[in-house]
């Protein structure tokens, strides 16, 4: 098997990971600690229509548009996968990943399923990896806590959850997020196994 050294040019590849899970299930912390130990993967900067959350910098942890900018990127074929999750639009920008992979470089997408479902479709080869809370209570108890949607908002977030948690079947591996380092070195050790695949086809 490939071994994957983060901070060494990382694995064999380049290869595409996406990384799908429940709102609250700990996505955004996994995948910097991902970052944090291969500090060479390329991770997407996703574009949405969502208003900025209090601590989100700009163009870091998404680029904020509004509906009018979004629809024109649509329409232009700028973006590799896009959905509307819980209200909002959400799209990977093609370019990047395509500069990335041409580049050597792995690449991973942090997405909803119904993203990951069309990439599953036009890049056979990605690997798709759903990270799951260790139980409901506790992604229960994450939404409520982080306190960056309002009631209505987040029972919205956990109904999409649930239908979320049955696609986990649809996707390569399942990693149970009972601990950020734990989750983010079995995700890397997963996208290491990926250097027997072939890589990945049908970019736009
Ligand atoms: P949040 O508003 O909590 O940042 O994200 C809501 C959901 O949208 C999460 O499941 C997140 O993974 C997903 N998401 C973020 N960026 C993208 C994207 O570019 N495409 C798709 N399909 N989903 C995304």
Known sequence: ???????????????????????????????????????????SVSVTTRAPRGGERPDEHYHHVDRATFTSMIERGEFLEYAEYAGNFYGTPAAPVRQALAAGRSTLLEIDVQGARQVRATMPDALL?????PSWEVLHGRLSHRGTEDPAARKRRLRVARDELDAAREFDATVVNDDVQRAAQELISLMAGMGRRTPPSGLP
């Open 1 to 43: 098997m490939t071994v994957c050294e983060p901070g060494s040019g990382g694995c064999a590849g380049p290869w595409l990971t996406v990384v799908s899970g429940p709102s609250g299930v700990g996505k955004s912390s996994v995948v910097a600690e991902v970052l944090r130990r291969w500090p060479r993967l390329f991770v």
């Open 129 to 133: 990896v759903m990270l799951v809370p």
